[in-house]
């Protein structure tokens, strides 16, 4: 089963400062996938990625950018976080687009 | 405009009824799926259904492609089906990647 591990589980980070979520596959997919979801907003598509070292913008990238230096890791760069990135981020990922996602376990950010 | 409406926002159970869960969406999809959402937050996907009728266990899905709708319906209800459902089709453009519900929160009481 595919296995896909986020760290860390949660955080509170301060305004201004530098975050950085961690996402890594164990199943040798190509596609991984970072969303946020928020009451009311669902799921929204920040940054995905279909190979390594390249990454692409979702609905939401602003605010967030994304590296993939292998096929197993896929982190969410929060630069200079803000109040309005605080939610919930799940990393998932996928054998090939629009095939079955397998998500990670999500990290609770707070900014503060 | 939104992509996805699910349909009820919630909906409470008593512990052995059927649950009928509603999806519409706005533009072409050649890919739709099913997922759970547990109290937790964890989301494992439920299934995969483009069109036509997809059984799993207590749920099947029924996709109406020219209507653009989807249903998921969920036979005898348990308390461990409590949670939320999204649905999430396909983007259809480029490299897919899926548009989601706000889903449908599910209460089974005992």
């Known amino acids: 089963e595919a296995a896909v591990t986020q760290s860390p589980r949660s955080k509170v980070a301060v305004t201004g400062g530098k975050v950085t979520l961690s996402c890594h596959q164990t199943n040798n997919h190509d596609y991984m996938y970072w969303y946020r979801q928020d009451t009311g907003h669902g799921l929204r598509l920040i940054h995905y990625?279909?190979?390594?070292?390249?990454?692409e913008k979702g609905d939401i990238p602003d605010g967030y950018k994304a590296s993939r230096p292998s096929q197993e890791n896929f982190s969410l760069i929060l630069e200079l976080a803000s109040l309005s990135q605080t939610a919930v981020y799940f990393c998932a990922s996928s054998v090939h687009s629009a095939e079955t996602l397998y998500f990670g376990s999500g990290t609770r950010l707070t900014v503060l | 405009g939104q992509q996805v409406q699910q349909s009820p926002s919630s909906l409470v159970l008593q512990e052995g009824e059927n649950a009928e869960l509603q999806c519409n969406f706005s533009?072409?999809?050649?890919?739709l799926q099913w997922f759970y959402q547990s109290p937790g937050g964890s989301l494992v996907s439920l299934l995969s259904?483009?069109?036509g009728t997809k059984h799993t266990g207590r749920l099947t899905s029924t996709t109406v492609t020219k209507e653009r709708r989807s249903s998921l319906h969920i036979s005898s209800s348990q308390t461990t089906d409590s949670g939320t459902y999204l649905c999430?089709?396909?983007?259809?453009?480029?490299?897919?990647?899926?548009?989601f519900g706000k889903g449908t929160s599910l209460t089974v009481i005992p």
């Open positions: 990625s279909y190979v390594a070292d390249s990454t």
């Open positions: 999430a089709i396909d983007r259809n453009t480029g490299y897919q990647n899926f548009y």
């Open positions: 533009s072409t999809a050649t890919q």
């Open positions: 259904n483009p069109s």
